[in-house]
């Protein structure tokens, strides 16, 4: 009696073992006769290799077990690029070039057949982002900046109905993970509220995974900043090592510009910035350049070379640094217009946009 008990237990294990949700990913690469293939997912801001298999006359294969679905990336050992999963515990099939990873095709399980569609409806966009580009390129090449900046505008209006498509796309499917990932790009350019109600419409499940988790601190962080709202006090070192904080420069309107050394586009941005700063300082205008970077020298050398005349303050901690998580900024040049009062009365005005926000209120 005993014995049959212990096979039936045997047996019951063997079968459970067996039944185990698990994902299992076939593949086929030309022109990769052997190596290595990756299966990455994105942890902390950093790249992490979570599976790998061999590659045999350009076959492969991999298999586990998940957690939770979650988007992961495959990557080829010494090559560019990586192909984009949306990876549940499924059956899924990939084929395509070794040298063109991005474009190999994977299929076979819901949320990657649903990302295919997605990518279907993409490619319009695609086709006139590449026809526009062409076309500014020439307009440059040739000096014709009236038509360029004609054909900066068309782009901008694209860009806005490529944004409505994916919005309408992750309220008709919330239940698809690509919808998530979707919101992870958009977000830069969304307030927290935004950014909630649209993570509050997805299947709850999603809730377990790491990066709708960072979407859910984000959207939080940005409440907090949000227009009208008042700035969050902070003390950070200046270029000597002087303590400042950010509440005793009120009493002025106050732009809090987060830039790095390393930043082109807020190098770019710098000398506009420092024309406004001279125009309208003794007017009762100022500005705090609150650091990225995590180079002392590196920071210092820039804010001497673009002659930057207004307070810098830096923990050198770079996308580490606490302010910025505070004030949800992921992405630089970002600024807040803050009023006498501390309160955020506008954000992201770069050029003559900022110049004619500050006419409104000095002027």
């Not at 019951?12 to 006769?33: E, M, Q, S």
């Not at 549940?88 to 395509?96: A, F, M, S, V």
């Not at 907090?224 to 709202?229: P, R, T, Y």
Request: aromatic share 12%; net charge neutral.
């Amino acid at each position: 009696m005993k014995k049959v008990i212990f096979l039936l237990v045997m047996v019951a294990g063997f079968w459970a073992c067996n039944n185990t949700p698990r994902y299992k990913i076939t593949g086929h690469l030309d022109g990769a006769v052997a190596g290595k293939v990756y299966l990455s997912k994105q942890e902390n801001q950093k790249i992490v290799h979570v599976d790998s298999a061999e590659i045999k006359d350009g076959n492969f294969k991999m298999e586990g077990t998940l957690e939770h679905p979650d988007v992961y990336y495959l990557q080829v050992q010494d090559k560019r690029g990586y192909l984009l999963l949306f990876l549940e515990n499924n059956k899924l099939k990939i084929t395509g070039n070794v040298d063109s990873l991005w474009l190999a095709k994977a299929e076979g399980s819901p949320y990657q057949d649903e990302y295919n569609a997605y990518q279907e409806t993409m490619k319009p966009f695609e086709k006139q982002f590449k026809n526009l580009y062409s076309k500014w390129q020439q307009a440059k090449m040739t000096g014709n900046e009236d038509l360029a900046k004609k054909i900066e505008d068309e782009y901008d209006s694209i860009t806005k109905e490529q944004k409505e498509v994916e919005k309408k796309f992750m309220e008709k499917h919330p239940q698809s993970l690509v919808s998530p990932y979707l919101l992870r790009s958009m977000a830069y350019s969304m307030e927290g509220e935004e950014m909630e109600k649209y993570l509050d419409q997805m299947d709850t499940s999603f809730n377990q995974i790491g990066f709708v988790k960072e979407l859910r601190e984000w959207a939080e962080a940005k409440k907090k900043v949000a227009i009208g709202q008042p700035a969050p006090d902070f003390t950070l070192p200046d270029t000597t090592g002087k303590e400042v904080t950010l509440s005793s420069l009120f009493g002025n309107y106050l732009l809090i510009d987060f830039w790095a050394g390393w930043c082109s586009p807020c190098r770019v941005e710098n000398p506009n910035l420092l024309k406004t700063y001279k125009k309208y300082h003794d007017k009762g205008f100022d500005i705090i350049g609150v650091s990225l970077d995590d180079d002392r020298d590196n920071w210092v050398k820039a804010i001497k070379k673009d002659g930057l005349l207004w307070t810098q303050v830096s923990d050198l901690k770079g996308w580490k640094a606490v302010v910025a998580k505070e004030y949800g900024v992921r992405s630089i040049p970002s600024n807040f217009l803050l009023d006498k009062d501390g309160k955020i009365i506008a954000k992201n005005l770069r050029g003559d946009a900022l110049k004619k926000k500050l006419a409104e209120l000095l002027d």
